[in-house]
């Protein structure tokens, strides 16, 4: 079965930076859509950043300019550059991978999340 970890989470002060990994296994992670969500407390789930199999990436709004998705198929792993962090930010932030759309079975694997806290 498809396993996501994540880790880099951590307490940093606003402006700073932090950088989340998540490191796949038990599929083929090559021909998946990989995507960091997070959680704010009290708040429902969004979409951070995706990057596709051909390596295009997209992101939400509010973390443009300020975040980078990246992947290495040759690793297995997907990364969050995070910088100039704002309180805003703070949440469980989610490694998700998907299949692709022309995939006869669609799956869809979730990390465990690691927690982001902005602080002074």
């Known amino acids: 079965q498809g396993q996501l970890v994540e880790s880099g989470g951590g307490l940093v002060q606003p402006g700073g930076s932090l950088r989340l990994s998540c490191a796949a296994s038990?599929?083929?992670?090559?021909?998946?859509?990989m995507s960091w969500f997070r959680q704010p407390p009290g708040k429902e789930r969004e979409l951070v950043a995706i990057?596709?199999?051909?390596?295009?990436?997209n992101y939400a709004s509010s973390v443009k300019g300020r975040f980078t998705i990246s992947r290495d198929n040759a690793k297995n792993t997907v990364h969050l550059q995070m910088n100039s962090l704002k309180p805003e930010d703070a949440a469980v932030y989610y490694c998700?991978?998907?299949?692709?759309?022309?995939?006869?079975?669609?799956?869809?694997?979730w990390g465990q999340g690691t927690q982001v806290t902005v602080s002074s």
């Open positions: 990057i596709t199999t051909f390596g295009i990436t």
């Open positions: 998700n991978a998907k299949t692709r759309t022309d995939v006869v079975v669609q799956r869809v694997y």
């Open positions: 038990g599929f083929d992670f090559p021909n998946y859509l």
